[in-house]
């Protein structure tokens, strides 16, 4: 078995400095503890490392063949160490999480400006994606952690709740159900409608709650962007089915916001991360700022409910 650490750098700075003495002063030893080292690092190779006489310590051959081998260890591992101290130092590291568009906009950016005020030097890699491609960036480890909002539990991840997101119908300041205090989805039935392309997680629970109260939503428009919904609802051209993280990247100021209700049209929005994984410090910490955005947010939400 190869020698310790101390072992190898005693024999690094033996080779290097030519002499016991100045190399155990470098090394803060005494000059028999660096000696008792050699030996045991010596033994342990069973072949002798320098040839010694009173005017100078040189390398013998196989201390030679062996000098390079053993820099590139102490390299190593001196790297690997500073690598692990940076990892597990929360002022800096990096992260990176995979997110539904409709969240993204809606609550991670206020989560990453608060994480930023405490560790400035974390940095966060975003990756946006539909719900299904989400689940393989986690599997894969393409990603620490993912935002989804699952329709189906998945016994190779864990989920953990962090808020919930209300639907709502937005319509132009002058639609004829700009004045309701509510609507429902079999009375949105009747109207055009905007809604998210099929694979968004928007639309998924849009057509889960429409099938089970056996109701038929088919959609006038069907569009990629959320912004891009909102600005049609505006013009007039129908009602746009949204939550409220993912109506937020639009322009809300030009539109009426009225809830669906009988039963309410939610989705439950959290953090997805594989079983049985550890995550990093940086990765933990967003989390925590996910958690403390998500509770401001549901703390809004509530207060413009009871207004």
Request: aromatic share 6%.
């Amino acid at each position: 078995m190869l020698g310790d650490l101390k072992q190898l750098r005693a024999f690094l700075a033996i080779a290097r400095l030519g002499n016991f003495t100045r190399a155990a002063y470098e090394l803060n030893l005494s000059q028999s503890a660096l000696t008792i080292q050699i030996q045991q690092l010596e033994a342990q190779l069973n072949t002798q490392l320098f040839d010694r006489n009173r005017r100078r310590v040189s390398l013998t051959p196989a201390g030679e063949d062996l000098l390079p081998r053993i820099e590139r260890v102490v390299n190593e591992i001196e790297d690997l160490v500073t690598f692990a101290r940076d990892t597990s130092d929360p002022e800096r590291g990096t992260v990176t999480v995979a997110v539904l568009p409709s969240i993204a906009a809606g609550l991670l950016p206020a989560a990453i400006k608060l994480l930023k005020r405490d560790y400035p030097r974390i940095t966060v890699r975003v990756r946006d994606a539909v719900a299904p491609r989400i689940k393989d960036m986690i599997r894969n480890g393409d990603v620490d952690f993912g935002i989804d909002s699952p329709m189906k539990r998945d016994a190779e991840l864990t989920w953990e709740n962090l808020m919930t997101d209300r639907f709502y119908a937005f319509v132009a300041p002058d639609y004829p159900l700009a004045d309701q205090e509510s609507t429902t989805l079999k009375e949105l039935a009747a109207h055009p409608l905007i809604l998210p392309v099929r694979d968004s997680s928007v639309r998924l629970h849009i057509e889960a709650a429409a099938d089970q109260q056996r109701v038929l939503l088919p959609a006038a428009y069907e569009v990629v962007y959320n912004s891009t919904i909102m600005a049609m609802a505006a013009e007039g051209l129908g009602v746009a089915v949204l939550s409220d993280l993912a109506g937020c990247c639009g322009n809300i100021g030009r539109l009426q916001r009225i809830p669906i209700v009988k039963p309410p049209l939610i989705r439950y929005v959290g953090v997805l991360r594989r079983s049985g994984r550890s995550l990093s410090r940086p990765a933990e910490l967003l989390i925590e700022a996910l958690r403390s955005t998500a509770g401001d947010a549901a703390h809004r939400y509530a207060d413009e409910e009871s207004a």
